[in-house]
């Protein structure tokens, strides 16, 4: 029954590591994102993808790299883990062509809570 | 760039009070939206208005948009202690799909 699920739940790795965080939507939405939570609740969009094309790619350091196999997946790979990425990434979808942006309500997951050593 | 800034950062009210709180953005919009964070979990969206709509309500929620000062507010009625959490407002700007939030308004409902 979960909409949007994301694993791992939590993750804690060292510095320079590599690391890939899964997100999964059995919506049926055309379009996913990712984001990234801080410690002070700033919660940033990185990246959408809409039916496997990038749509949206903000300044994010090319360390990351999300992947969609599928418009019901979108992965996000993280090379050469730093302190400052420590954070908590959240995966959301919508439907958004159906009825355009003005009908954007955005579906979240539960958030992978990462913490680099 | 943060689009969404809420006002107050945080709120303690008694249960059954009316709880309020404000965003202001930026830049125009197509439409301004309401999310609930409860802690450790993901966001739950509340509700949507569009920018040519003023007042919207859903169950205990009324949001508000006044877009000539470029802002909103959301006011819960009748609190509960269900209620305790982290509210943000997110705008929708252009056509873009993209949402930029503000830094949430974390309330607290005492019993």
């Known amino acids: 029954d979960t909409a949007v699920s994301q694993t791992p739940k939590y993750l804690v790795t060292q510095m320079g590591n590599d690391k890939s965080i899964k997100c999964e939507q059995n919506?049926?939405?055309?379009?996913m994102y990712w984001y990234k939570q801080d410690s002070k609740k700033f919660l940033k969009i990185m990246f959408s993808y809409n039916n496997k094309e990038l749509i949206i790619n903000e300044t994010v350091p090319n360390r990351f790299s999300p992947k969609s196999p599928d418009k019901a997946h979108l992965n996000l790979h993280i090379n050469s883990l730093e302190l400052g990425d420590s954070a908590v990434y959240f995966c959301a979808s919508s439907q958004v062509f159906e009825g355009g942006p003005e009908y954007n309500e955005q579906f979240f997951g539960p958030g992978t809570r990462l913490t680099v050593l | 760039s943060q689009q969404g800034e809420e006002d107050p950062q945080a709120l303690s009210i008694q249960e059954g009070e009316n709880a309020t709180m404000n965003c202001s953005y930026k830049?125009?919009?197509?439409?301004l939206q309401w999310y609930r964070q409860n802690s450790g979990r993901g966001l739950v969206h509340l509700i949507l208005i569009r920018s040519n709509e003023r007042e919207k309500h859903s169950g205990r929620l009324r949001v508000t948009l006044d877009t000539s000062k470029k802002s909103s507010s959301l006011l819960i009625t009748a609190s509960r202690a269900a209620d305790t959490a982290s509210y943000f407002c997110?705008?929708?700007?252009?056509?873009?799909?993209?949402?930029?939030f503000g830094a949430g308004t974390t309330v607290t409902v005492r019993a």
């Open positions: 997110a705008a929708a700007e252009g056509n873009d799909y993209k949402l930029s």
């Open positions: 830049t125009s919009i197509n439409n």
């Open positions: 919506l049926g939405h055309d379009t």
